[in-house]
């Protein structure tokens, strides 16, 4: 039997592959969500990440809810979308070198999941209370390819000016590194990408790395992603300032 917490917006941590509880989670989730919904997923490029994100959609469906599914995306791109689109709630696996699987839920705001309705969706589970439909009645799964794009058309809607900067950026290992070259080009920044790597089961370069390699590049600023978080550094590897928002990373770089 699974048993859920929220730990920083987790709903679902592994070290092994089960996928049977990933299609309960799911059947959950949409038993709490309620049928006739629609919920928006991603994931990153881990193969695992994959293959539960698929399992959390068939228990989805099977309780009636429609699927957006943006496939390999930053978690940040799916939260800016939940509300963009009316989704009723987000759902973001990726796998990490300390709890493995790993599976976020956001609300409809694209915030973290308040603790009331991982409660909830725990009793459901417990219960195996699962709102099930008919073949006729399930939930739709519809790929959304271009999220990836309408985040940077969105972001430079926002915010808009170009700049002169050499950026160092740590993308750990996550699909951040796909959306960095779009981005920064946008703005004219330069950049250099380290742990860029996508897919596979690589540890990250550590932090200490990174700080040598911006120390000896002669870059503007170092920028470390990490999950939610975003850390600014100065070309001495100095922290400067952390966000939790690409915007108000940006807004402050455009008064640099």
């Known amino acids: 039997m699974i048993v859920i917490k929220v730990i920083e917006m987790m709903i679902y941590t592994?070290?092994?592959?089960?996928?049977?509880?990933?299609?309960?989670?799911?059947?959950?989730?949409?038993t709490w969500l309620g049928a006739n919904n629609m919920i928006l997923t991603g994931r990153d490029g881990k193969p695992v990440s994959r293959l539960l994100r698929r399992a959390m959609t068939v228990g989805l469906a099977g309780s009636g809810v429609t699927v957006l599914d943006m496939r390999l995306v930053p978690s940040m791109v799916v939260r800016a979308e939940i509300k963009k689109h009316g989704m009723g709630a987000g759902i973001y696996?990726?796998?990490?070198?300390?709890?493995g699987v790993e599976i976020l839920l956001y609300d409809k705001n694209g915030e973290p999941a308040k603790e009331d309705a991982v409660n909830k969706i725990n009793s459901i589970l417990k219960r195996r209370e699962f709102h099930r439909v008919s073949i006729e009645e399930l939930g739709t799964i519809l790929y959304?390819?271009?999220?990836?794009?309408?985040?940077?058309?969105?972001?430079?809607?926002?915010?808009?000016?170009?700049k002169k900067l050499n950026i160092y950026v740590d993308a750990q290992d996550d699909p951040v590194a796909?959306?960095?070259?779009?981005?920064?080009?946008?703005?004219?920044?330069?950049?250099?990408?380290?742990?860029?790597?996508?897919?596979?089961?690589?540890?990250?370069k550590p932090k200490e790395d990174f700080i040598s390699n911006l120390r000896k590049g002669k870059y503007d600023y170092g920028i470390r992603f990490l999950d939610e978080n975003i850390e600014l550094y100065d070309g001495n590897g100095n922290m400067v300032e952390k966000f939790n928002k690409v915007v108000s990373l940006l807004e402050y770089l455009r008064g640099k």
Not at 14 to 30: H, M, S
Not at 146 to 158: R, S
């Open 178 to 204: 796909m959306l960095v070259p779009p981005l920064f080009e946008k703005y004219g920044f330069k950049y250099t990408l380290f742990n860029e790597l996508v897919a596979g089961y690589n540890i990250p």
């Open 144 to 162: 959304y390819p271009n999220g990836i794009e309408d985040f940077v058309k969105m972001t430079t809607g926002q915010i808009s000016y170009n």
């Open 93 to 99: 696996v990726r796998y990490s070198v300390q709890n």
């Open 14 to 30: 592994a070290r092994e592959y089960k996928p049977n509880e990933c299609v309960d989670l799911g059947a959950a989730v949409g």
